[in-house]
């Protein structure tokens, strides 16, 4: 479990195909407390870390991951939104993520709105129902507050620390990001669904 607030932002120094893909992921993490087995959000993505070094750790990506996923983001020299597990007695900062991709959003438009960037996104049809106004959501896994939703394309803002903490700096209009609902919305949802 996560919260979406990013920790690091990671590179990728090395992939190799092994039935599945192996990533060497570049980090500032303390690797020494980082233990083998240990789940790691990777954009969004919650992954086990199979192998560690100093300042790098290793992760195994399924193809049933790479199908969920955005697709231009597993290539080597590419940079990762990373955030450790979620431990008890940490701050809940932003809101409960679980790393698991519910789908591929496009961007639709990024625009100056002050000193933030508004962001207008599509999401996949299926999970329009499921993002609220003032709800929240998870874009390669950062934490964000939706402000409009008209069917399912939605708008938010960046503000400038989340940029500069983040994959999302300079974000342009046709960029794939990992969309993940919230949780709360999922299984309301679900249980909305059993009932009719």
Same mark, same amino acid.
């Given at each position: 479990?996560? +919260? *979406?607030?990013?920790?690091? &932002? $990671?590179?990728?120094?090395?992939? /190799?195909?092994? !039935? %599945?893909?192996?990533?060497?992921?570049?980090?500032?993490?303390?690797?020494?407390?980082?233990?083998?087995?240990?789940?790691?959000?990777?954009?969004?993505?919650?992954?086990?870390?199979?192998?560690?070094?100093?300042?790098?750790?290793?992760?195994?990506?399924?193809?049933?991951?790479?199908?969920?996923?955005?697709?231009?983001?597993?290539?080597?020299?590419?940079?990762?939104?990373?955030?450790?597990?979620?431990?008890?007695?940490?701050?809940?900062?932003?809101?409960?993520? +679980? *790393?698991?991709?519910?789908? &591929? $959003?496009?961007?639709?438009?990024? /625009?100056?709105? !002050? %000193?933030?960037?508004?962001?207008?996104?599509?999401?996949?049809?299926?999970?329009?129902?499921?993002?609220?106004?003032?709800?929240?959501?998870?874009?390669?896994?950062?934490?964000?507050?939706?402000?409009?939703?008209?069917?399912?394309?939605?708008?938010?803002?960046?503000?400038?620390?989340?940029?500069?903490?983040?994959?999302?700096?300079?974000?342009?209009?046709?960029?794939?990001?990992?969309?993940?609902?919230?949780?709360?919305?999922?299984?309301?949802?679900?249980?909305?669904?059993?009932?009719?």
């Amino acid at each position: 479990m996560f +919260t *979406g607030i990013i920790t690091d &932002v $990671g590179r990728i120094a090395a992939t /190799e195909e092994r !039935g %599945d893909l192996r990533l060497r992921i570049g980090c500032g993490y303390d690797m020494a407390g980082v233990d083998l087995g240990a789940s790691i959000a990777c954009s969004g993505v919650c992954l086990t870390v199979v192998d560690k070094g100093e300042a790098w750790f290793a992760v195994d990506v399924s193809a049933e991951t790479l199908r969920r996923t955005a697709s231009d983001m597993w290539s080597e020299g590419a940079r990762l939104n990373l955030e450790r597990s979620l431990k008890l007695g940490d701050e809940l900062g932003g809101h409960i993520v +679980t *790393g698991h991709v519910d789908g &591929v $959003g496009t961007v639709l438009s990024a /625009e100056a709105e !002050g %000193d933030s960037t508004r962001l207008v996104i599509e999401a996949p049809a299926e999970l329009g129902r499921y993002i609220a106004a003032k709800g929240s959501i998870a874009l390669d896994g950062v934490s964000l507050t939706v402000n409009e939703v008209d069917g399912s394309r939605f708008a938010l803002n960046i503000i400038p620390h989340t940029a500069e903490q983040t994959t999302l700096a300079g974000i342009a209009p046709g960029r794939a990001v990992n969309i993940e609902i919230d949780i709360l919305a999922r299984y309301i949802g679900r249980m909305m669904e059993m009932r009719g």
